[in-house]
């Protein structure tokens, strides 16, 4: 019987999961999707692979599990960015900030390369409903700066912001792009 390292048995494997998606999450950095295996993982966790099997059934969950803990990584990030905001355009902009510097950061590129079909289809709900959580501060904002139309508005800004990540991904220069983003969101891309 595996020893317990834990006050509690729930406690031994909330943090031998937690090990695991930290591992996976490392692996998918450094050597990418491929790398990112029940093996690999359970040894980089200091884990039996046979034990990875009881967290995770497959290497699609356990590349859902990896992506959903980036999403509310990523959204406690963009969340305390906020806290102490109340003007809209403060809190658009505070947004802005912190996703363009998540989305071009090295984790969130090797995101990128996880085929969405390969992760379990069951995962798939959780992962857009952490996606709109995501998102929901943004829209708030654009609301609250009196937008025509907040939801297009919304999804406007969201398709330049990632337009704005992928031209940092293509060689452009980030803080340059990021005050481009910036203008644009407030001024439009081309005002006149």
Request: no cysteine; aromatic share 4%; hydrophobic share 45%.
């Amino acid at each position: 019987m595996p020893r317990i390292d834990a006050p509690t048995v729930a406690e031994h494997h909330r943090r031998r999961r937690a090990a695991l998606v930290s591992a996976g999450r490392a692996l998918l950095s450094e050597r990418g999707a491929e790398a990112v295996t029940p093996a690999r993982v359970g040894a980089a966790a200091g884990i039996a692979r046979s034990s990875v099997y009881q967290y995770f059934p497959s290497t699609g969950d356990l590349l859902a599990a990896i992506v959903e803990e980036a999403f509310a990584s990523a959204t406690a990030q963009i969340r305390a960015s906020l806290a102490d905001l109340t003007a809209p355009r403060d809190r658009l902009d505070a947004y802005l900030r912190t996703a363009f510097a998540l989305a071009t950061g090295s984790e969130h590129r090797t995101f990128d390369a996880i085929d969405p079909a390969s992760l379990p289809s069951a995962t798939h709900g959780r992962i857009a409903a952490l996606h709109d959580e995501q998102i929901a501060p943004l829209a708030d904002a654009v609301r609250d700066s009196g937008a025509a139309d907040p939801a297009i508005a919304t999804q406007l800004v969201g398709g330049m912001l990632t337009a704005a990540a992928r031209a940092v991904a293509h060689g452009a220069d980030p803080d340059t792009t990021l005050t481009a983003l910036l203008r644009a969101v407030h001024d439009g891309p081309v005002p006149g």
